[in-house]
Nanobody, 124 residues
């Protein structure tokens, strides 16, 4: 089992920044690719970003490229999502997830463990 706890969400104005953190406990963190997903009210869950086990490779949904950065610290069992130039359409609950894979999965169905989520609200 892997337990994931997100933090760092909040209310921010358009153009602002937030840094989300996801702390993992349980199994060996470096065995898992880590992803961030989000779900806005009335919408389906959406892939945001993923980072490989070694942190060497990342992938993003087009709508956040150049604004969001995913990173991880395997010594601290933590994955981060730095979000800059935030827009109202970024408003959602953000979830981190862990997938025991060598790849960079963008489908939520591949992920084995999920956090409870943290709310991000961007005001216009």
């Amino acid at each position: 089992q892997v337990q994931l706890v997100e933090s760092g969400g909040g209310l921010v104005q358009t153009g602002g920044s937030l840094r989300l953190s996801c702390a993992a406990s349980g199994r060996t963190f470096s065995n898992y690719a880590m992803g961030w997903f989000r779900q806005a009210p009335g919408k389906e869950r959406e892939f945001v970003a993923v980072i490989s086990r070694s942190a060497a490779i990342t992938s993003y949904v087009d709508s956040v490229k150049g604004r969001f950065t995913i990173s991880r610290d395997n010594a601290k069992n933590t994955v981060y999502l730095e979000m800059n130039t935030l827009k109202p359409e970024d408003t959602a609950i953000y979830f981190c997830a862990a997938a025991r894979t060598l790849g960079l999965p963008t489908s939520g169905r591949v992920y084995d463990y999920w956090g409870q989520g943290t709310q991000v609200t961007v005001s216009s």
